[in-house]
């Protein structure tokens, strides 16, 4: 790991060998869960897992289908009975909670857990159970502010115990096709990269959100709104904020565009590219009308990075809403931009990707060769969710743990910060002090006041 570390620094081409012995990702630490060190009553390489999740009724009733055959569902928590009643009748033996932090103190034989929260409450579930030593799923973004994706990894670390970001593209073959060809040089020294998505164009829940509803319906009574709201300041009941896609657009509960989908297709720029290793970069943004509460309709969000090794500086271009790059020449007539996608610009040619990291192709006829060797030996994938199972389990380290996660989370709230806090201006980060250098008053926006009762 340690060599494939230098070569990526210095921006030298690997083997398609060393490249399938690191599939678990570039630059990670190494997970011993507790019960490899031989704690008492952990789960065994042969044993299965017993997992509580929170946050039920949406994302969370996907991963619990997927993992249905590799563990136990011991317990499940969700603010919303009503929401959440189908994936209860579908685990009837698992313990119910409506309070995480309840289910986390009382039930001793949970062994990890996913969170499958809104975004606000990312950090505060994970937080808990992370401490607790518990093993931890969670969805993206990884957590709500950058604050808090600086402290989460700081936990696992401290933990010691088996992590993973629901960016699902990153454990895919197609994934590791995009690092296979940036880092053997098919493209040549990447310089400039864009990454796009339509969202939230085809959303209408977030075109609708733009200033607070001033209805004040009544809490349904199977809905704790209390819990709900968690760690965000307090506001009146609306349907308008919940399930789905709702909440998204909202400041205090989302992250926008960017946090949502930025959490997938700038997953292969961050890992191809080594971002990583700097410790410092630029960020500024532009975007249609802005609204108190709400991210806007459509941003532009511009990333500048000083080189790595022998890497050179990069240009990486956020676009949402509908707004993308200019088309490639070298697609053909009748080929159309994808909705959501990511173009790769080389010295000696262009990767253009769809969003997800799917599929990935040389659009440059300087990548035939290398189209020709990913064919004979392509590379190897392995299941998301499943990697994690395994991982608490057998100690093996996880591709996108929170120590690959945090600092990949923090790059793409900045974006955000830069939408808020200074729209037009460069904003320069000083990653080892976590501050934004040249605008003191953006620092504001790296965290949140938690509401009285709430800690991270």
């Not at 857990?113 to 809104?118: D, S």
């Not at 993206?140 to 699902?168: D, M, N, S, W």
């Not at 020709?372 to 991982?391: M, N, T």
Request: charged share 30%; glycine share 8%; net charge positive.
């Amino acid at each position: 790991m340690k060599g494939l570390e230098k070569n990526v620094r210095k921006g030298r081409g690997i083997s398609r060998r060393r490249f399938l012995e690191s599939a678990a990702g570039a630059g990670l630490v190494a997970i011993v869960p507790r019960h490899v060190l031989g704690g008492v009553g952990r789960t065994g390489a042969n044993d299965r897992l017993n997992v509580a999740a929170v946050g039920i009724g949406g994302r969370g009733a996907d991963l619990l289908r997927e993992i249905r055959d590799a563990a136990n569902v011991v317990a499940l928590c969700d603010v919303d009975e009503k929401y959440a009643a189908k994936t209860f009748r579908r685990h009837r033996r698992a313990r119910r909670y409506r309070d995480f932090r309840t289910m986390l103190e009382r039930q001793k034989d949970i062994d990890a857990v996913i969170v499958a929260t809104p975004d606000h409450t990312h950090a505060v579930v994970t937080m808990m159970a992370l401490e607790m030593g518990k093993h931890v799923y969670c969805e993206k973004p990884l957590t709500h502010t950058v604050f808090e994706a600086r402290k989460i990894p700081e936990a696992a670390r401290e933990a010691k115990v088996a992590t993973q970001v629901g960016t699902q593209g990153h454990s895919s073959e197609d994934a590791r096709l995009i690092n296979q060809w940036i880092w053997e040089g098919a493209i040549g020294p990447v310089r400039e990269v864009h990454a796009w998505t339509d969202r939230p164009l085809k959303h209408d829940n977030w075109i609708e959100a733009t200033w607070r509803p001033k209805e004040k319906p009544r809490v349904p009574p199977k809905l704790d709104w209390d819990l709900w709201l968690g760690p965000a300041p307090r506001r009146p009941y609306h349907p308008s904020y919940l399930h789905g896609t709702r909440w998204r657009p909202w400041f205090d509960f989302g992250t926008g565009a960017l946090g949502d989908l930025g959490s997938h297709h700038l997953d292969p720029v961050y890992w191809a590219l080594g971002l990583g290793q700097c410790d410092s970069f630029s960020v500024e943004a532009t975007s249609s009308k802005v609204y108190p509460e709400t991210f806007p309709k459509a941003s532009i969000v511009r990333y500048r990075f000083p080189a790595r090794g022998d890497m050179p500086p990069v240009k990486i271009t956020w676009y949402d809403g509908g707004l993308m790059p200019e088309r490639p020449e070298e697609l053909k007539p009748d080929e159309q931009m994808p909705g959501n996608g990511v173009l790769f610009v080389g010295d000696k040619g262009k990767l253009l990707c769809d969003g997800w990291s799917r599929n990935p192709r040389l659009i440059s006829e300087s990548g035939v060769e290398a189209r020709k060797k990913a064919a004979e030996e392509p590379p190897s994938s392995c299941p998301h969710l499943q990697e994690w199972v395994e991982a608490c389990k057998t100690g093996r380290p996880t591709s996108a743990n929170f120590e690959y996660a945090g600092p990949l989370t923090e790059l793409i709230l900045l974006g955000n910060v830069a939408l808020r806090a200074a729209r037009g201006l460069r904003l320069e980060w000083d990653r080892p002090a976590m501050k934004v250098a040249n605008v003191p008053e953006a620092n504001e926006y790296l965290h949140m006041d938690y509401r009285r009762g709430w800690t991270l």
